[in-house]
Nanobody
Framework: QLQLVESGGGLVQPGGSLRLSCAAS????????IGWFRQAPGKEREGVSC????????NYADSVKGRFTISRDNAKNTVYLQMNSLKPEDTAIYYC????????????????????WGQGTQVTVSS
């Protein structure tokens, strides 16, 4: 059974940093693009970033460009989201998802293209 588990969330002050991890079990991430999504209370889910299976292609939402960095370590079966210069508007539950449709990253990493989802980790940015 494909399983994704997010970790690394927490409470951080504005301007601070967090690194989220997305660990896979039951399958190898080598052949999957991974996306990070977030959902704030009362708002729709939005895509944050995604990375191709090889790590050679990435995509970022305009709201996080220059602040967030996605990376992957296939040997550890884990994908990371480094979040710097955090803002209160980054507060949300963050989810990772896996998809194996060819060219997924170049299609813009829309949520329906991802078939397996984690349970999410809460990120709260507040002073």
């Amino acid at each position: 059974q494909l399983q994704l588990v997010e970790s690394g969330g927490g409470l951080v002050q504005p301007g601070g940093s967090l690194r989220l991890s997305c660990a896979a079990s039951g399958f190898t991430l080598d052949y999957y693009a991974i996306g990070w999504f977030r959902q704030a209370p009362g708002k729709e889910r939005e895509g944050v970033s995604c990375i191709s299976s090889s790590g050679g292609s990435t995509n970022y939402a305009d709201s996080v460009k220059g602040r967030f960095t996605i990376s992957r370590d296939n040997a550890k079966n884990t994908v990371y989201l480094q979040m710097n210069s955090l803002k209160p508007e980054d507060t949300a539950i963050y989810y990772c998802a896996a998809g194996n449709i060819p060219g997924l990253v170049h299609m813009g990493c829309a949520a329906p293209l991802f078939g397996s989802w984690g349970q999410g980790t809460q990120v709260t940015v507040s002073s």
